[in-house]
């Protein structure tokens, strides 16, 4: 046996050596794999916590809208239109096209809240037109509050994939 | 300047307006609807009634994912007729307000009497 192994230790030694790459590989995959599950899965947290901050947003301006105080609604519609315009280009690569589809129509029905809303008091609006607001921003809650739930719902996937 | 490329889009917005497929959406100005594109694009038309009927304006807009207008077509350009674009504003209308799903409704209650 010792002389099989004084002879042949070269061999044996590459064939170890082989063996220790192929694991190295292996592990190096599998923590490559580990870290790109757990960036994702960070990302979408982000984009969730993003989606629900926005919907909280988009809800006080569905109530400052109801109880007519249109400067209150007018600083929230300013600040959610340059979130929605900041996750459209931040999340450009990650969303699914129905995601941008409903963050691009956020957007535009914020344009045309903010529109209406400097034109004059909420309270001078025909009723026509009021309940065009509303129903606009009414609108713009339920999509930020669509993507959230789309949001939560995939991490929530990807935590069961990963366990 | 509107180019005929602008012309072609125009035309192919009609086109799938009145097939239905363009996603138009009310906004809080109930004259003016809206409809995102392939994730990238939104579309909007509008109608601006003026003094007169022959005032009233009708404008198409196509914007990019950084709200950048990229073009504009009214009733105003020289290749584009006035019954079209009121046509494109009437489509987009009953799309976004679900028209005609409504008038079925009220079509089969009125059956009922």
Same mark, same amino acid.
Not at chain 1, 79 to 96: F, G, K, Q, V
Not at chain 1, 119 to 133: E, N, Q, T, V, W
């Given at each position: 046996?010792?002389?099989?192994?004084?002879?042949?230790?070269?061999?044996?030694?590459?064939?170890?050596g082989l063996v220790f790459s192929f694991l190295a590989f292996l592990f190096s995959k599998r923590a490559s794999t580990s870290a790109r599950q757990a960036r994702d899965h960070t990302l979408r947290q982000t984009f969730g916590e993003e989606m629900n901050s926005a919907t909280k947003t988009a809800r006080e301006i569905v109530t400052h809208v109801t109880i007519d105080r249109a400067d209150m609604a007018l600083l929230r519609v300013g600040? /959610?239109?340059?979130? $929605?315009?900041?996750?459209? =280009?931040?999340? #450009?690569? @990650?969303?699914?096209e129905r995601s941008k589809n409903n963050l691009l129509a956020a957007r535009e029905q914020l344009t045309s809240i903010?529109?209406? /809303?400097?034109?004059? $008091?909420?309270?001078?609006? =025909?009723?026509? #037109?009021? @309940?065009?607001?509303?129903?606009?921003?009414?609108?713009?809650?339920?999509?930020?509050?669509?993507?959230?739930?789309?949001?939560?719902?995939?991490?929530?996937?990807?935590?069961?994939?990963?366990? | 300047m509107a180019t005929d490329k602008d012309v072609r889009f125009f035309e192919e917005v009609l086109?799938?307006?009145?097939?239905?497929?363009?996603?138009?959406?009310?906004?809080?100005?109930?004259?003016?609807?809206?409809?995102?594109?392939?994730?990238?694009?939104?579309?909007?038309?509008?109608?601006?009634?003026?003094?007169?009927?022959?005032n009233t304006e009708y404008e198409l807009i196509l914007k990019d994912s950084d709200a950048r207008q990229l073009t504009g077509i009214t009733n105003f350009?020289?290749?584009?007729?006035?019954?079209?674009?009121?046509?494109?504003?009437?489509?987009?209308?009953?799309?976004?307000?679900?028209?005609d799903a409504k008038i079925d409704s009220v079509l089969g209650e009125l059956e009922k009497l």
């Open positions: 046996m010792l002389d099989y192994l004084t002879h042949n230790w070269g061999n044996l030694a590459s064939v170890a600040e /959610l239109m340059d979130r $929605a315009s900041y996750y459209i =280009a931040r999340w #450009d690569n @990650r969303l699914s903010h529109d209406v /809303l400097t034109k004059g $008091a909420i309270s001078d609006l =025909a009723p026509r #037109d009021k @309940r065009s607001l509303a129903q606009s921003c009414q609108r713009v809650s339920a999509i930020f509050s669509e993507e959230y739930g789309t949001a939560v719902k995939g991490a929530e996937i990807e935590e069961q994939h990963g366990n | 086109t799938k307006t009145r097939a239905g497929k363009i996603p138009w959406e009310p906004t809080a100005n109930p004259s003016l609807f809206a409809a995102p594109l392939a994730g990238k694009f939104t579309l909007t038309i509008s109608e601006s009634i003026g003094d007169s009927y022959t350009h020289p290749n584009v007729s006035v019954v079209d674009i009121r046509d494109l504003y009437e489509s987009a209308r009953r799309k976004a307000l679900n028209v």
